[in-house]
Structure formats: structure tokens, C-alpha cells
């Protein structure tokens, strides 16, 4: 049986009220949550921190456990990598997830960050050339680059 221990998140709870507080554009608020979170080593701080969001911001959506450790999850990943970062910020929070959570190397996860708001794809549509055959082209000059499947 799972007990959870008893830990004090008072400080994070406020931080994350700070933030929510600040009306920052989306990607920014996403990535100050995911680095509150991230500086807390226990086990269930996601969880946590998604139960104090829905109690104390019922009008706000989006802070489900599993969004808010894709928050943590967006904020490990680019944390060291200011330039895939500032492309990420550029694009939807739907369209990062897609592009997080696929097997990409990072030329290939900057070519999607890129082409993702330049094309400015769907999900559906990000999501068909991911499960293609597709390979980019990273050489080729992006403006003029086509989609060529296999």
C-alpha cells in the first residue's frame, strides 16, 4: 500500500500561486511550473502540485498529474539547451508535448520545432508526418523544402 509520506510543499504551493499570479503567456507559465517542480526531489510532487492547482484555480485548466509532469518533463528537457528552448516557446503547448514525447535526436527535435511553427501544423497534421516514413532534410534550405514521404 502506497502511503504517502508527510513532506511540507508550502513553499512550492506558493510558488506556484506566484506564478499562476503573473498572467504570463502559456509556454512561460508551463515552464515555471515544470522548474518549480523540478527543484523538489520527492516522489508525488507533480501529483501534489496538480492537487493544489485544481483546488485553488477550479476556473483554470490543464493541471491534470499527467500535464503537470509533462510540465516538469518540458522544463528537464530544455533547461540546458537555450536554443531549442526559445524554438519550443514559439509554439503551442500541444504541439511541444507531440514533439517532446517522440524519439527525436536534437537536430531533428529543432527541424520539428522549426517546421511546426513555420507550417504552423496541426496536431493531427504534426502527429501524420512524425508516423511516416518522412526523414528531413536538415541540409536543405528550409524555406524551400518540401515534404517528401517515402
Known amino acids: 500500500m502506497n502511503v504517502r509520506k508527510?513532506?511540507?510543499?508550502?513553499t512550492m504551493y506558493r510558488e506556484?500561486?506566484?506564478?499562476?499570479?503573473?498572467?504570463?503567456p502559456q509556454m512561460d507559465e508551463i515552464y515555471?511550473?515544470?522548474?518549480?517542480?523540478?527543484?523538489r526531489p520527492e516522489k508525488?510532487?507533480?501529483?501534489?502540485?496538480?492537487e493544489f492547482l485544481q483546488a485553488n484555480f477550479?476556473?483554470?485548466?490543464?493541471?491534470?498529474?499527467?500535464?503537470?509532469?509533462?510540465m516538469r518533463d518540458f522544463y528537464r528537457t530544455y533547461e540546458n539547451d537555450q536554443t531549442l528552448l526559445r524554438l519550443a516557446m514559439k509554439i503551442g503547448w500541444t504541439?511541444?508535448?507531440?514533439?517532446m514525447?517522440?524519439?527525436?535526436?536534437?537536430?531533428?527535435?529543432?527541424?520539428?520545432?522549426?517546421?511546426?511553427?513555420?507550417?504552423?501544423?496541426?496536431?493531427?497534421?504534426?502527429?501524420?508526418?512524425?508516423?511516416s516514413d518522412y526523414e528531413p532534410d536538415m541540409?536543405?534550405?528550409?524555406?524551400?523544402s518540401s515534404l517528401r514521404f517515402s
Open 6 to 10: 508527510p513532506v511540507d510543499y508550502g
Open 16 to 24: 506556484l500561486a506566484t506564478i499562476l499570479a503573473r498572467n504570463l
Open 32 to 39: 515555471a511550473i515544470g522548474k518549480t517542480i523540478s527543484q
Open 44 to 50: 508525488g510532487t507533480a501529483v501534489m502540485a496538480a
Open 58 to 70: 477550479p476556473d483554470r485548466t490543464g493541471f491534470s498529474p499527467r500535464n503537470v509532469r509533462r
Open 95 to 99: 504541439l511541444n508535448v507531440v514533439i
Open 101 to 131: 514525447e517522440s524519439e527525436l535526436t536534437r537536430d531533428v527535435r529543432r527541424w520539428y520545432l522549426k517546421q511546426a511553427r513555420e507550417r504552423q501544423w496541426s496536431k493531427k497534421e504534426l502527429l501524420d508526418i512524425l508516423s
Open 139 to 144: 541540409e536543405a534550405d528550409q524555406e524551400n
